[in-house]
């Protein structure tokens, strides 16, 4: 019996934020790189990722479910950024953008956001970006 103990929530070892350099190009007062923090989205919150990117279109009279990857995988991102506040309306207004998906696609350069979205796949979990995919089609 004491080994169910172990799944209980007070005894589950929490999620660690990450530190990881995304780009060299955001740097501090003294010239270094900062780190961005990111964070392992629990189920729960890839649930409802996953219903936001789906969309319910009609199609030959009838309703049918369309899951968008692409979307999904952005949300996936935006969501496990902890740090740089993407919700900031100062921080989105100074690149010209409404939104946490749209101000790391303005943000970062093609390469950059790359790196970030492995860094994410593999601190959530998920081998890569086709598995990610994969799984929410399943």
Not at 14 to 22: C, L, Y
Not at 47 to 58: L, Q, V
């Amino acid at each position: 019996m004491s080994s169910l103990k172990a799944f209980f929530a007070q005894n589950v070892q929490q999620n660690d934020i990450i530190e990881f350099v995304v780009s060299d190009r955001f740097k501090d007062e003294n010239g270094k790189p900062i780190p961005w923090k990111l964070r392992a989205l629990s189920e729960a919150e890839n649930a409802e990722i996953r219903k936001a990117a789906t969309k319910k279109i009609k199609s030959g009279g009838q309703f049918v479910y369309q899951f968008d990857p692409e979307e999904y995988a952005a949300k996936v991102v935006a969501a496990s950024v902890v740090f740089p506040d993407l919700k900031n309306a100062e921080l989105q207004k100074s690149y010209g953008v409404i939104g946490e998906v749209e101000l790391l696609q303005r943000m970062l350069l093609a390469g950059e956001y790359t790196k970030l979205m492995r860094k994410v796949q593999e601190i959530n979990g998920f081998e890569d970006i086709q598995e990610l995919v994969d799984e929410v089609k399943n």
